[in-house]
């Protein structure tokens, strides 16, 4: 090995090395402080957009604007891939190290607003009552959110597929009932396509709550009991979950439904599918590859009313931020309505409010999407404004992903019930 | 899944003179040792001692990441809860055991296989030493999406198998059956982590002298008296070591389920610690994610003793 480094009566090589290391360090973590005495204030801004590129561009398009129209506060962002970024927020939260602003999942809202790591916005009604309800934030009685946009969900179609199949072409006053809907599955199964729908279950996380809790919310069943917030019996466990559940199941295994869809839900653009379950997002893929033959047609009924969730990324402000009124400022400037009409027209999502649609291109009278807004001003029901949240989405994600594979359904509901209630208990009802 | 070597070979200490730690240069020579390893022990205890402190106090409370209330203490609720009211941990423990008995004998073994291979004076030897290296060096993240695709019921392991068969076999959806899902993250964990431990293995029948050999040869002994004789005995610290490692990194298990199966298919893949992060971290229940790491921490602590006590020499 080595040579030998003899040691005399001065400080050995290894222990100035050592010094030296330390101190850069310990240097390196002093520099990190931010704020001048003189000279706009710095505010931090966390957003999960990395890797959306159509978000990024108006965020830092509006970034831009707000620095230049004043010269008190300057806004510096940081973007994160969106799997990674609530983890991060709870961990930065946890080290009460948060940025100013950050943008959140609407249903996520309530479990930071009870844990007080954000603060409320202090908006002007006459600016928060032209926005979509679901894109207002609200948790006891205070306003702590706000976002540029809502998603709607929609059965995605192609007006040819379904005319050739002699499939009829549901409308807002008369949608699909469950056993039309069925039937069409089975029809188109038969008719050649691999799979008869694309349901988008490759996909993790919080989509399975965002995604499958309205058609169970349709069946009747729902995610916890909206009149107390104590307790998911009754509702997730009824008679109406169980027969979601089982119709679920049976998407599966009689394979109208594929449990490995192609990634990026590719399977609807190239002809794999005749249906999807999807988004607004993926208004731009669709009319990409099919062009006017694509319909986005309302959810079934399946006995409870059609429903789509509702609720998507919202902004709002730290409670330790130091410069809060700074970031109120910046909010309110960036609700101006071009701005909503541009994050609109680069993403496809519909608009928080009727100004800015009518700015867009999809979303103004009679445009191709106008349809989405109605979807969602009558169909959206937000995911259960509660601070146990967090775990309600684990467990239904779990739950629902065991239901699909063929475990027992009252059991497995029956065990998430039991999940739920034990966190709400050892939590005190979360305050309510 | 790195480790830290410690190999020592027990023939480096000529010209050393060890006139022990009294003398003025014994001393200050302890001193500069404890200078060296200072930065690792400081980082060891910041890193790794300190949060397992506290882990230790936060599994006896209820706490949670962020709440307005502060945690409370419950005694051992969290440890009771854990084997009586989670039926997905006691399932994780299973999985966890049958992926650990599985992958370290295989690993280990293939490990020594293909460390005999390389181990011969063979022109272009160090080419396969390389490729045989190369997933160990790929992001464990990175090799669990490629598995993802392949193991799809239309991707490359059912095409290949179906063409091998002759059509006989179709195709398997392998991480949606409860029961081929393990199986099948078994198999990409050790493709992935057989390359490290091929090159421990290498480095230990390295050290065996080759006079052993050339005696062994003149007595007559064949290949796998060789092997039984001069070898295997030779590598008993090796063996050691690569069984230590294999069985914590296998109790470890988390990344290959948190990107491929999430825990399921009905709990068929769950693990200690991935049911630690999603009870812990990702639903915020971090008193009992803190009970749940340190019940790993015990278990590992006992299966790495016995693996000693089993190989250590009579």
Redesign the interface.
């Known amino acids: 090995m080595g040579s030998r480094t003899r040691v005399r009566g001065r400080a050995p090589r290894s222990v100035l090395v050592t010094l030296a290391v330390g101190a850069s360090v310990v240097l390196a973590g002093c520099g990190a402080d931010t704020g001048t005495a003189d000279g706009p204030t710095e505010i931090t801004m966390w957003s999960h957009s990395a890797g959306n590129p159509a978000e990024l561009e108006v965020i830092n398009r509006i970034i831009a604007d707000f620095n230049a129209s004043q010269d008190e506060y300057v806004v510096d962002a940081e973007f994160f891939p969106q799997g990674a970024y609530n983890d991060a927020i709870v961990a930065a939260a946890t080290a009460d190290d948060l940025p100013c602003l950050l943008d959140m999942d609407g249903p996520v809202m309530p479990n930071w607003a009870w844990a007080e790591v954000i603060t409320p916005l202090d908006l002007p009604e006459e600016l928060t009552d032209q926005f979509l309800p679901s894109t207002v934030g609200e948790w006891e009685g205070e306003i702590y959110s706000i976002g540029y946009w809502d998603a709607a969900l929609s059965v995605l179609a192609r007006r040819s597929i379904l005319e050739d199949n002699g499939i009829r072409i549901p409308t807002m006053e008369r949608p699909w009932s469950l056993e039309e809907f069925d039937e069409a599955l089975v029809t188109l199964k038969e008719a050649g396509f691999e799979y008869a729908i694309d349901m988008g279950v490759a996909d993790t996380g919080e989509w399975w709550a965002y995604a499958y809790s309205p058609l169970l919310q349709s069946f009747g069943g729902d995610l916890i009991d909206r009149d107390t917030f104590l307790s998911a019996d009754a509702v997730l466990n009824g008679p109406e979950a169980v027969a979601f559940g089982e119709w679920f199941h049976s998407l599966f295994e009689r394979e109208l439904a594929s449990r490995t869809p192609t990634a990026g839900r590719q399977d609807f653009p190239l002809g794999n599918v005749a249906l999807s379950w999807n988004g607004n997002w993926s208004a731009p893929a669709a009319f990409e590859a099919f062009g006017d033959d694509v319909l986005f047609l309302p959810p079934p009924d399946f006995g409870a009313g059609p429903k789509i969730g509702g609720a998507s990324w919202q902004w709002g402000a730290s409670a330790n931020c130091d410069a809060v009124e700074g970031a109120r400022d910046y909010i309110e400037f960036s609700l101006a309505p071009e701005y909503i009409a541009e994050f609109s027209n680069l993403t496809g999502l519909i608009p928080a409010t009727e100004e800015a649609a009518a700015l867009t291109d999809n979303y103004a009278e009679g445009g191709p999407l106008a349809q989405m807004l109605d979807y969602s001003r009558e169909y959206a029901l937000i995911r259960p404004p509660t601070p146990a949240y967090a775990v309600i989405s684990s467990v239904f994600e779990k739950t629902l992903q065991d239901v699909m594979n063929g475990a027992d359904v009252q059991g497995s509901l029956d065990r998430a019930v039991d999940q739920i209630d034990f966190n709400i208990e050892t939590n005190n009802g979360y305050g309510f | 899944m790195t480790t830290t070597t410690a190999t020592t070979t027990g023939a480096?200490t000529k010209?050393?003179r060890r006139a022990g730690a009294r003398t003025p240069?014994g001393r200050?020579?302890q001193r500069?040792a404890w200078?060296?390893a200072?930065?690792a022990l400081i980082g060891l205890f910041l890193f790794l001692g300190i949060p397992a402190l506290l882990a230790l106090g936060l599994s006896f409370t209820?706490a949670?990441?962020?709440?307005?209330?502060g945690p409370s203490f419950v005694g051992v609720d969290n440890y009771a809860r854990a084997f009586t009211?989670d039926?997905s941990f006691v399932r994780s423990l299973l999985n966890t055991f049958y992926f650990a008995a599985v992958v370290v004998p295989v690993q280990a073994g293939l490990g020594l296989v293909l460390a005999l291979l390389v181990n011969q004076k063979v022109r272009g030897v160090n080419i396969f030493r390389t490729i045989f290296f190369l997933p160990v060096v790929t992001s464990m993240v990175v090799v669990s999406i490629l598995w993802t695709f392949m193991y799809?019921?239309t991707g490359l392991v059912n095409s290949m198998l179906s063409r091998l068969t002759g059509g006989a076999f179709e195709g398997v959806?392998w991480?949606?059956e409860?029961a081929t899902a393990m199986p099948a993250i078994m198999v990409l964990s050790v493709w992935q982590g057989v390359g490290f431990h091929m090159i421990i293995w290498l480095a230990g029948l390295q050290t065996i002298p080759e006079e052993l050999y050339e005696a062994a040869g003149m007595d007559g002994a064949n290949l796998w008296q060789q092997f039984r004789h001069v070898t295997w005995p030779g590598l008993r610290p090796t063996l050691v070591f690569v069984a230590v490692t294999i069985t914590i990194a296998a109790f470890g298990l988390f990344v290959q389920i948190d990107v491929m199966t999430?825990?399921?298919?009905?709990?068929s893949t769950t693990t200690i610690i991935f049911h630690a992060v999603?009870k812990g971290?990702?639903?915020?229940?971090v008193g009992y994610g803190a009970a749940l790491s340190l019940i790993f921490f015990v278990l590992v602590l006992i299966v790495s003793l016995i693996q000693r006590r089993l190989t250590q020499e009579k």
């Not at chain 2, 949670?64 to 209330?69: A, D, H, Q, T």
């Not at chain 2, 971290?281 to 229940?285: A, H, I, L």
């Open positions: 480096g010209g050393f240069r200050s020579e500069s200078a060296m200072a930065p209820n949670r990441l962020i709440s307005p209330e009211n039926p799809q019921e959806a991480l949606q409860p999430r825990g399921g298919p009905l709990d999603r971290f990702r639903e915020q229940e």
